[in-house]
């Protein structure tokens, strides 16, 4: 099958690879309907991360080809979705809904789902089937679903969006703008974007956003400041990684408030005189998305939400180097890729 | 009036200080029934802090002598409890709950409560009143309320200490063993005092500990996940606000668990990649110890708990430099001054 290998930082190249084939009676092997290319990919792709002759990809939807003597919840010809982290859905950490920290948890991203084929371990734990066959043009929001939106989600709920609640955002990139479209769904009363980008501040007004603070770092704090009374926000979502994002957030946020993360932290330090300052909430990582499928599933299901359009260029499989490309220049906020 | 200076880090002396008056309407001024020397008040006298020519002590208990013009809830005769931060209680940041932040705030420790009398500021806000004047042995209850219980209430409720959890605790200074007592009456399933020091071990035993884990830093780590299954603890309180601590108490907590975090911060630094990486909730800060005063004062007034027993030694006054040094030699865990 063919698949995407990064050789090295901005070398990326579609391959032929072998088929997955079913290892643990626990896999499951699916078809992809889709995969996209992730923020946190640029990190190799830029050099932040070592890599070296990796298979690309945590983000799928698609058709089960074939499942594991002892997989019981999805059969073959289920459209599934399932998240970056493959996860048992039964230990003590799973059933605290803290999938992502499963103790039996695989990472997608060593698997490499940017390929015309994956398997998927744990499939009982990890996949979750649509009710049908989903037309096409929802095929964008589940596979936003398989990240972006459950980590933009998980964002929120971290921060504890919700009503009678001023929600600031940090970050525009998918996570950033799904982030706002999950505190709107959650509730709250006032979502501030802050980006300086004028095509994802239309869609983040698109998704929910009330305000727009184009200015950064001590400058855009003292702009979430103005527009709280002095006070910060109730809830912050940290969706950069950057130490400058972090302050950002947590000097964005109240006394008492939240900050959500989901950046994959690169080089941040938080300081404790800092945290005991603020005297905010700090909780993040790498989201449990699989908390959120069911419920996100039907969302899409009954297209209440349209986070695919956080998609703003698709292209075939076998482009996906222009696709890092177009992400790594900003010139795409997120790519698809048909398979 | 008499009240404690410390000159310089090590220098504490007991001297002749102008008596408090009325500065503001909404002023108390009260006559100390009893203070007392805070492990916070180490970190000047240890030199970590600046200190010059300072009054001392945020922590107090006594009876009201004279109140400004604007105060409603507290009269002269009323024996009161307040906290360290003096605050409004009715600020928006007051009404969430945190207190220790409200936008009016005054720090205790700046007026120095180590002393014969003290001025109040926001005495409306600050002060709660017992059901009746009470008996002398309940004296040092009330006083550990005014900051060690009142902040290791806040860590426990900020770790989510309750019922099905098991706490540990890092720390085994008067915060981390009323940390242990908070936990216990949270409804706590197990709860792990840390600490090697054989009277702190028996105090934190009375107060509800079902464990005792001698080992520090990563052994006491390891210890930790021994005793949950590999998984760590759901929550756990920092009670000293080193670098050493904090790593501990990250590294203890299960993914998903709560860190509840009241020592001091000195020098403490938090990588974004371990917060990324164990997926814990993190939240601390000066304790807003005015939320929990009415409950607590009612707890301690139907003698259902008895924080007073952290109180190792009793001096009058006049021989504060004696309890500083007792405290600084760990030979007291917390030092009572009678006035």
Redesign the interface.
């Known amino acids: 099958m063919r698949g995407v290998i990064m050789h090295a930082p901005g070398d990326v190249r579609v391959e032929e690879r072998d088929d997955p084939k079913i290892i643990e009676p626990t896999d499951a092997i699916i078809r992809l309907s889709a995969t996209c290319i992730c923020g946190s990919d640029l990190w190799p792709y830029r050099g932040a991360d070592d890599v070296h002759d990796a298979p690309m990809g945590h983000e799928y939807v698609g058709v089960v080809e074939e499942v594991g003597a002892e997989v019981k919840t999805v059969r073959p010809g289920d459209f599934v979705i399932g998240s970056f982290w493959a996860s048992d859905n039964t230990c ?2 799973c059933r ?3 999938q ?2 499963c ?1 039996h948890r695989v990472l997608m991203g060593t698997i490499g789902t940017q390929a015309e084929r994956a398997r998927i371990p744990l499939a009982d734990g990890t996949l979750v089937a649509t009710p049908g066959m989903p037309d096409d043009e929802l095929i964008p929001s589940f596979l936003a679903l398989s990240d972006v939106l459950g980590t933009g989600w998980f964002a929120a709920v971290a921060a504890e969006a919700g009503p009678g609640k001023t929600v600031a955002v940090v970050g525009d990139g998918a996570v950033g703008l799904l982030g706002v479209l999950a505190a709107k769904q959650l509730g709250a009363e006032r979502i501030i974007a802050m980006s300086r980008h004028a095509g994802r501040q239309a869609l983040a007004r698109e998704f929910g956003a009330t305000d727009i603070v184009a200015e950064r770092g001590d400058d855009g704090v003292a702009k979430i400041k103005e527009l709280t ?3 910060g926000a109730h809830s912050v979502i940290e969706a950069v ?1 950057t ?1 400058e994002a ?1 302050m950002q957030a947590i000097n964005s946020a ?3 408030g939240h900050v959500g ?1 989901v950046g ?10 800092l ?12 989201a ?1 998305v699989r908390r959120f499928l069911p419920d996100l599933i039907q969302l899409i299901w009954d297209r209440k939400i349209d986070p695919g359009k956080v998609f703003d260029l698709t292209l075939p499989l076998d482009q996906a180097a222009d696709g890092y490309k177009a992400m790594d220049e900003r010139r795409a906020t997120k790519v698809m890729l048909t398979v």
């Open positions: 003590e950490i605290a809904g803290y992502s920290h103790v009374d002095g006070l990684g130490q972090m109240r006394p008492g993360f994959v932290s690169h080089d941040v330090e938080i300081s404790g005189e945290m005991f300052g603020t005297g905010i909430h700090l909780h993040g990582g790498p449990p």
